[in-house]
């Protein structure tokens, strides 16, 4: 779940799944509308784990009726870093 921040909260939550994870960043496929520069907090399943990131829209593309969204965030808190690096090093395990 993806959601866009405003001045006044955040705006309609987006679902969808994630394509891509990095120490970075994420990739995802959603179902609702972003533009390169809007922040969003999004909710990612990791494995076992669910952490909540703030990101920065980077990039963005049509794929098929739903979006294409590319996210980068700076240093996230240690826990999740842990849980990013399980979650990377189980997904190169699996390959």
């Known amino acids: ?9 955040t705006a309609p939550e987006a679902h969808g799944e994630t394509v ?15 533009a390169t520069g809007d922040v969003v907090d999004a909710d990612l ?3 076992h ?9 980077v990039g963005t593309s049509p ?7 590319h996210c980068a965030f700076s240093t996230p808190p240690v826990p999740v870093q842990e849980a990013i690096a ?5 997904a ?3 390959q």
């Open 63 to 69: 794929d098929g009726d739903h979006q294409r969204v």
């Open 45 to 47: 399943v990791l494995g």
């Open 86 to 90: 399980e979650f990377l090093a189980s």
């Open 1 to 9: 779940m993806v959601r866009r921040l405003t001045p006044f909260g």
């Open 49 to 57: 784990n669910v952490v909540t990131l703030r990101a920065l829209v």
């Open 20 to 34: 891509d994870m990095s120490f970075g960043g994420f990739g995802a496929r959603l179902d609702g509308e972003f």
């Open 92 to 94: 190169s395990a699996a």
